[in-house]
Structures are given as C-alpha cells and as structure tokens.
C-alpha cells in the first residue's frame, strides 16, 4: 500500500525556517517524480515545487522561489522541503505528493499544517 | 504561467442531477488536464486524468471531455457522496497550476 506521511510543520515566525519531511512507503521512491502541493486555510491549492527521480531537475512556483528548497533522499525513502524566510501568506496545509506520468497527482500524504504569524 | 479558470465557483444540486464543470486554460494544455475532487478535511483525489480518463476505482458517473483550452468535468447522477470540491489542474507546464475550485452543495 503506497502511503505518504509528511511531518515537520508548526508555528514559526515571520522570517523562520521549517523543514518538513515525507517519509514514502509501499512502493520504490527512486521511480517518481515527487511534488509540494500546498492550500492555505478556507482557499484553494497551489502546486508548490516538484523533483525529478534522481534530484536532477526541480521545478518551483514564482513565490517561493529563492525561497524553497525541495530534495529527496531516495535511500531513505524521503522528500523535504526546505523552507526560509516564511510570510505570512506562505500559511497552509503542505501536501507531499507522488507524480503519475504526464503529471496527475495520484497519491496524497494527509498534510502537515504550517502557520506563519508573530 | 498558465491559469486556470473554473466555472461555476459553486453550484447547487439534488441528488440525480446531472451536472457540468468547466476548466478554461489560458493557453493550449494539450490533453494535460486532470480533476480532483476533496471533501472538508481531507487530501484531494483525482478523479480524471489525461482530460478524459478515469482514474482506477472511480465511479462511471464522473466524466470528462475536452483538449486546448477548454474542458469539462460532468457527473452524470449526483449521489450524496459527490457533494465536495472539485478542482481541475493543468500538468502541461510548471507550475502545474489549478483553478480555484468549484463548490457542489446540495440544494
């Protein structure tokens, strides 16, 4: 059974830092390219960043870029994102996701809430 | 970046309505379109991919259709199950953006 359980959210302030990590399971990493997908309270969501399978390529939405580093440890079954220099607006539930071919987002970890405020 | 435009924001339905949602691509997508659908509290589930197909244990009352720019989510028998969010996501380009969401209430 493929799961995905992402940790490392919390309260930080404006100009904080937080990591979060998604530790994957049931199937093999190294074989998908991996996303952030993000939804800041009562509002829609937002595609944050995604991995290549071997780290080679990462993408980002322009709002975190400079911002927001995604990685992956595949032998530790893993995905982080790095996240500094936190605002206000960057407040959300961050969903760890597995890519499919071609991009649809099959399989959703159960988010990890971030909540950036003084 | 493309953006992505929803149609209806909400809609009010009865269970065994058929209803339509559209998704306008500001730009061609191609056939790079996928639909979710989420319910209060919880992670999203894609329901469609590839525009058209039917993602592995979905009911056959969820379809869509559509290439470009412009495309559509129908259910075509609501069921009391259905009543959620749906939002539809272009996988063309990154970002691979989603439009606002669309809100089926029960009238």
């Known amino acids: 059974e493929v799961q995905l359980v992402e940790s490392g959210g919390g309260l930080v302030q404006p100009g904080g830092s937080l990591r979060l990590s998604c530790a994957a399971s049931?199937?093999?990493?190294?074989?998908?390219?991996m996303s952030w997908v993000r939804q800041a309270p009562g509002r829609g969501l937002e595609w944050v960043a995604n991995?290549?399978?071997?780290?080679?390529?990462?993408k980002y939405v322009d709002s975190v870029k400079g911002r927001f580093t995604i990685s992956r440890d595949n032998a530790k079954n893993s995905l982080f994102l790095q996240m500094n220099s936190l605002r206000v607006e960057d407040t959300a539930v961050y969903y760890c996701?597995?890519?499919?071919?071609?991009?649809?987002?099959?399989?959703w970890g159960q988010g990890t809430l971030v909540t950036v405020s003084s | 970046d493309i953006q992505m435009t929803q149609s209806p924001s909400s809609l009010s339905a009865s269970v065994g309505d058929r209803v339509t949602i559209t998704c306008r691509a500001s730009q061609s997508v191609r056939t790079f379109l996928n639909w979710y659908q989420q319910r209060p509290g919880k992670a999203p589930k894609l329901l469609i991919y590839a525009a058209s197909t039917l993602q592995s244990g979905v009911p056959s009352r969820f379809s869509g259709s559509g290439s470009g720019t412009d495309f559509t989510l129908t259910i075509s028998s609501l069921q009391p199950e259905d009543f959620a969010t749906y939002f539809c996501?272009?996988?063309?380009?990154?970002?691979?953006?989603f439009g606002q969401g669309t809100k089926l209430e029960i009238k």
């Open positions: 049931g199937f093999r990493l190294s074989s998908y390219w």
């Open positions: 996701v597995r890519d499919e071919k071609d991009g649809p987002l099959h399989y």
């Open positions: 996501q272009q996988s063309y380009s990154t970002p691979h953006t």
């Open positions: 991995i290549r399978e071997d780290g080679s390529e990462k």
